[in-house]
C-alpha cells in the first residue's frame, strides 16, 4: 500500500517538475554545406555549426550533426534550424551544457495537425535539458513518421 501512495505521489511531482522547465536561450543552427552520404535512402546525416545564446550568459559555439530517419523531406541546400532552449529554472548554467545527443519525433514550426505544439528533442544524457523548435526553414510541416536525431559538441566558449 505505502508503494502505491509513493506512486501516486511521484505521478503528481511530473507535472510540477515539467512545469519547473523554463527557456534557458536560444540555439540557431547552420546545416554545413555538404553532408555525409547515407546509403540509407530514408536516412539522411548532415554537419551543423550551432551558436547557444544563453539568457544571462556568454554565447557558445557547437558542432555537430543532425540526422533524420524516415523523412520525406531531404537535408539539402542552405537550412537554419532554431530551437529555444529548455531546462530546470533551478539550475546554474555550466560551459558546455548542451553538449550532448538529443532525440525525438521531428515537428515542424507552429501547431501539428492535431493542434499540438511541436514535439521537442530531449537530451539523452541529461533529460532535463530539451530543445523546442521555433523556426525550420525546411517547413517539414507533412514529414510523417521521421525522428530527428541530433549530436552537438562544443566547439568554443569565450574566456
Given at each position: 500500500?505505502?508503494?502505491?501512495?509513493?506512486?501516486?505521489?511521484?505521478?503528481?511531482?511530473?507535472?510540477?517538475?515539467?512545469?519547473?522547465?523554463?527557456?534557458?536561450?536560444?540555439?540557431?543552427?547552420?546545416?554545413?554545406?555538404?553532408?555525409?552520404?547515407?546509403?540509407?535512402?530514408?536516412?539522411?546525416?548532415?554537419?551543423?555549426?550551432?551558436?547557444?545564446?544563453?539568457?544571462?550568459?556568454?554565447?557558445?559555439?557547437?558542432?555537430?550533426?543532425?540526422?533524420?530517419?524516415?523523412?520525406?523531406?531531404?537535408?539539402?541546400?542552405?537550412?537554419?534550424?532554431?530551437?529555444?532552449?529548455?531546462?530546470?529554472s533551478d539550475r546554474k548554467l555550466k560551459p558546455a551544457v548542451l553538449e550532448q545527443t538529443y532525440v525525438g519525433d521531428a515537428a515542424g514550426d507552429g501547431l501539428s495537425a492535431d493542434g499540438k505544439p511541436p514535439k521537442q528533442l530531449?537530451?539523452?544524457?541529461?533529460?532535463?535539458?530539451?530543445?523546442?523548435?521555433?523556426?525550420?526553414?525546411?517547413?517539414?510541416?507533412?514529414?510523417?513518421?521521421?525522428?530527428?536525431?541530433?549530436?552537438?559538441?562544443?566547439?568554443?566558449?569565450?574566456?
Amino acid at each position: 500500500m505505502r508503494w502505491a501512495i509513493a506512486a501516486t505521489l511521484g505521478l503528481l511531482a511530473l507535472p510540477a517538475l515539467a512545469a519547473m522547465q523554463t527557456d534557458v536561450g536560444v540555439l540557431t543552427c547552420t546545416l554545413a554545406d555538404h553532408g555525409e552520404k547515407d546509403t540509407n535512402p530514408d536516412s539522411q546525416t548532415r554537419a551543423i555549426h550551432c551558436a547557444f545564446k544563453p539568457k544571462g550568459g556568454p554565447e557558445e559555439v557547437y558542432v555537430g550533426e543532425i540526422k533524420k530517419v524516415g523523412s520525406q523531406t531531404e537535408l539539402n541546400g542552405t537550412q537554419v534550424l532554431i530551437w529555444a532552449v529548455m531546462g530546470p529554472s533551478d539550475r546554474k548554467l555550466k560551459p558546455a551544457v548542451l553538449e550532448q545527443t538529443y532525440v525525438g519525433d521531428a515537428a515542424g514550426d507552429g501547431l501539428s495537425a492535431d493542434g499540438k505544439p511541436p514535439k521537442q528533442l530531449v537530451g539523452e544524457t541529461d533529460k532535463a535539458y530539451a530543445l523546442q523548435p521555433i523556426a525550420d526553414e525546411s517547413k517539414e510541416r507533412n514529414a510523417t513518421d521521421s525522428v530527428t536525431v541530433i549530436q552537438l559538441r562544443l566547439k568554443s566558449t569565450p574566456t
